[in-house]
C-alpha cells in the first residue's frame, strides 16, 4: 500500500506537476507526442509517467504510476541494473523506460525532455564542445554520450552523480536533456535558461507546390500525401531532402517510430514503378524529391509528432555541422526491444 502521510503535499505537487507538463506538452520544441518523461519523489515512493502516455494529457488521464522509491534506489546503488521497478498500485501500464535516472537524480522533481533546440547541437560531432561553449557556468551540469535508454544510459548516470552529485542537467547526445530541480518553478528557470542559450532558427521555408496524389506502387503499396506543410519542407528543399538521405537516424525515438531507413525517391514515377513489395509497417513513409512525403493511411499522431521533430531539428543544422547518427548496432538494439515495442503499439493501436 501508498504511504498516506504526505496525502496532502503529494495532491499539490502532482497538481503542479500536472499543470506543467499540460504547458509543456503543447509545444512541439519540447515534447512530441510520447516523448519525455517527468517524475516527483515524495517519502518513499516516486511518481513517474508512465510508459507510451502523453505529458500533454497530464489533468485529463492518470499518466503517472506510484514506484517503491527505496527498493529502486537500494537495487541501483548496489549496482543491480536489471532490477524491475515495484509499483505501487493496481495497473495495466508500465513506469516509463527511463524510470531508473528518475530515481537517481537526487532532486524532488526531474524532468527529461528532447528539446529540439538542444538537440539541434546534441546530434552534432562536436556537440560537447559547442555545448560547453554556450553553457552558464552558475549550472551544474554533465555531458554523456550516446547509450540505449534504460539500463545502459542509467549506469553512466550513476557514474556522473558519483563524480559530481549535485549535477542538476545532463546532455545526453543524440537523445536530450534531463533537468533536475526542488519544484517545477526552478525547472522552468532552468528550461527557460537553457532554451534561451541554445535557441537556433529554421531554415527558411522555400515556395513550392506538393503533388497531392494517391500513389500505388507495382508491389501494391498505397500513399498519400502526408497533409502539413513542415514536412513537406523535407523534400522541397534540397539540403534538407539530402539530410534525409545520409542523416537520418537521430534519435532513438525517431528510429522507433520512424524505422531505420528511409524511403526517398528521386521522382513520383520510380515509386509508382517500384517492384518491391513496401512492407507498411517498415516503410509506412517514402519521401519523393521535389513532389511530396507520403504515407501509407493513416499516419498515426506519434509517427507525425516524430516526423515534425526530425525536421525542427535538421531544419535547425546547417551544411557546416557534422550529423552523428545512431549506428546498426544502436538501431537494432531499440527495434527489437520488447519495451520499445510496447510503447510504439500503445501509438498506433497494433
Known amino acids: 500500500m501508498i504511504d498516506n502521510s504526505n496525502e496532502l503535499n503529494n495532491h499539490y505537487i502532482r497538481s503542479s506537476v500536472e499543470k506543467f507538463c499540460m504547458n509543456l506538452g503543447k509545444d512541439r520544441l519540447l515534447v512530441q507526442g510520447a516523448g519525455g518523461n517527468i517524475s516527483w519523489k515524495i517519502g518513499k515512493v516516486l511518481w ?67 528539446s529540439v533546440n538542444a538537440l539541434s547541437y546534441l546530434v552534432q560531432k562536436n556537440g560537447l564542445e559547442t555545448i560547453s561553449k554556450r ?82 506502387t507495382m508491389g501494391g503499396a498505397e500513399y498519400s500525401l502526408i497533409d502539413d506543410v513542415n514536412v513537406q519542407q523535407l523534400v522541397l528543399q534540397t539540403e534538407l531532402y539530402e539530410r534525409v538521405a545520409k542523416t537520418w537516424a537521430i534519435t532513438p525515438d525517431h528510429v522507433v517510430f520512424l524505422g531505420s531507413n528511409p524511403a526517398i525517391y528521386e521522382n513520383i514515377q520510380g515509386l509508382e514503378k517500384d517492384p518491391e513489395i513496401i512492407d507498411p509497417e517498415t516503410q509506412r513513409i517514402v519521401f519523393v524529391k521535389n513532389s511530396g512525403v507520403y504515407s501509407t493511411y493513416p499516419l498515426d499522431n506519434a509517427s507525425l509528432a516524430q516526423l515534425l521533430c526530425y525536421f525542427d531539428v535538421i531544419s535547425r543544422t546547417s551544411d557546416k555541422d557534422t550529423i552523428d547518427v545512431l549506428k546498426t548496432k544502436e538501431i537494432a538494439e531499440l527495434l527489437n526491444w520488447d519495451m520499445e515495442i510496447y510503447r510504439q503499439d500503445l501509438q498506433t493501436g497494433r
Open 48 to 114: 513517474v509517467k508512465a510508459s507510451g502516455t502523453w505529458l500533454a494529457n497530464a489533468e485529463r488521464e492518470n499518466i503517472f504510476l506510484p514506484v517503491d522509491l527505496e527498493h529502486l534506489t537500494g537495487a541501483l546503488d548496489q549496482g543491480d541494473f536489471s532490477v524491475s521497478p515495484k509499483i505501487l498500485d493496481e495497473t495495466d501500464l508500465r513506469p516509463s523506460i527511463e524510470t531508473f535516472f528518475h530515481a537517481l537524480m537526487p532532486q524532488p522533481i526531474v524532468v527529461h525532455l528532447h
Open 135 to 216: 553553457m552558464d557556468d552558475t549550472l551544474n551540469y554533465g555531458f554523456i554520450d550516446y547509450y540505449k535508454p534504460g539500463d545502459k544510459l542509467a549506469q553512466e548516470i550513476h557514474r556522473l552523480l558519483k563524480k559530481t552529485p549535485k549535477t542538476q542537467i545532463v546532455f545526453l547526445k543524440n537523445h536530450g536533456i534531463i533537468i533536475g530541480g526542488e519544484d517545477t518553478k526552478e525547472v522552468l528557470e532552468i528550461l527557460n535558461s537553457i532554451e534561451s542559450q541554445y535557441k537556433r532558427h529554421p531554415t527558411e521555408k522555400v515556395p513550392g507546390r506538393t503533388l497531392d496524389l494517391n500513389v500505388k
